[in-house]
């Protein structure tokens, strides 16, 4: 998240730039390679710490002309809130539930590796992840079965230092415990579990003694509804929701559905619904047989409660940047 910031320098800034409460060693890292490359003093800054305190300094100090967050919508609302202490311009990548539909003349096997891609990397920490899974109602139970099968075959979990593992630890225990919280409420309300759950499983317990560690085992829960809430809550972890559709009306207003909007994708073969889906998904991005591209071409980010302004790609750069008219009279006399 923090070279998407880099923008800012490119287009003539000094920047400061708060890390995560969670992550500061790498952010301050970083600012030692930035140091070792010869970057002026006071170019790059770096300032850590809880955002209650350090990040709302920042915030409100009039001397930062310019607010770029990258987090959780709640968080986001107060950044907002509180910049308009000099009105100063706030960029917000915030929280999101993007959907995925799987139309059934879908290329099957790509639609499940895509969908199990698209929420798993990362441990599911991933703010445009494809959390919400909307399926035809044709092909509903066999894309079940075959996405349970691709992803305990395909994403192991363990030691993140292991080059065999796809899946680590959540960031904090308090993270885990919320996703954890989250699988429980599914299951109260009448969800299937049909991979996954809580902690790791025992063959990794017993055979390399990982006992510690806050992990999720990627997990796959059905059977939702617009009611349920998994369905509708950002859970920031390795956890898909899924659920059935049984045409393109259905479909949309489901994924429409939401105050989120940053994300979405669709697999089908019928190119038109394809467009037609990409134009009126209320979402900041729309992949179409793929989910979680990144080019650093295109812009990034999300409309509604997901934020608001764009990062990376040539519109990214006006986030960075203020546009002056300039009248010059070349011998007009009054």
């Known amino acids: 998240m923090?070279?998407?910031?880099?923008?800012?320098?490119?287009?003539?800034?000094?920047?400061?730039?708060?890390?995560?409460?969670?992550?500061?060693?790498?952010?301050?890292y970083f600012a030692q390679l930035v140091k070792e490359a010869g970057f002026p003093p006071g170019v790059f800054n770096v300032v850590s710490g809880f955002g209650s305190t350090v990040g709302d300094a920042l915030v409100k100090h009039l001397g930062v002309d310019k607010i770029a967050f990258t987090g959780s919508t709640v968080v986001g609302q107060m950044i907002q809130r509180n910049a308009a202490v000099n009105l100063k311009p706030v960029t917000l990548e915030c929280g999101g539930k993007s959907p995925i539909v799987i139309f059934d003349d879908c290329d099957f096997d790509?639609?499940?590796?895509?969908?199990?891609?698209?929420i798993f990397n990362n441990m599911g920490q991933i703010c445009s992840g494809t959390?919400?899974?909307y399926v035809q109602d044709t092909i509903y139970e066999k894309f079940l079965v075959e996405l349970a099968k691709h992803v305990k075959e395909n994403y192991p979990i363990g030691d993140p230092n292991d080059a065999n593992v796809v899946v680590g630890p959540q960031i904090s225990l308090k993270q885990k415990e919320r996703v954890g919280k989250y699988i429980k409420s599914a299951i109260d309300e009448g969800c299937r579990i049909i991979l996954g759950g809580e902690g790791l499983p025992e063959e990794i317990v017993s055979s390399k003694k990982l006992s510690k560690g806050y992990y999720v085992k990627p997990t796959i829960i059905?059977?939702?509804?617009p009611e349920t809430t998994v369905s509708k809550e950002e859970i920031f972890g390795p956890?898909?929701?899924v659920g059935k559709f049984s045409d393109?009306?259905?479909?949309?207003?489901?994924?429409?559905?939401?105050?989120?909007?940053?994300?979405?994708?669709?697999?089908?073969?019928?190119?038109?619904?394809?467009?037609?889906f990409s134009k009126n998904v209320e979402a900041g991005m729309c992949w179409i047989n793929s989910s979680n591209d990144v080019d650093f071409n295109v812009p990034f980010g999300g409309v509604k409660m997901s934020g608001h302004g764009r990062e990376l790609g040539e519109y990214g750069l006006s986030n960075f940047t203020n546009v002056k008219a300039v009248y010059i009279n070349l011998g007009q006399k009054l």
């Open 248 to 276: 393109y009306d259905q479909c949309l207003e489901l994924c429409n559905g939401l105050d989120y909007g940053l994300g979405s994708a669709i697999f089908t073969q019928d190119i038109t619904r394809a467009i037609n």
């Open 2 to 28: 923090m070279s998407w910031k880099w923008t800012s320098i490119a287009c003539g800034n000094t920047a400061v730039f708060k890390s995560a409460d969670q992550t500061p060693l790498s952010t301050l």
């Open 131 to 133: 959390s919400r899974c």
């Open 239 to 241: 956890v898909i929701s």
């Open 110 to 118: 790509q639609a499940v590796k895509w969908t199990a891609c698209g």
């Open 222 to 225: 059905a059977d939702i509804t």
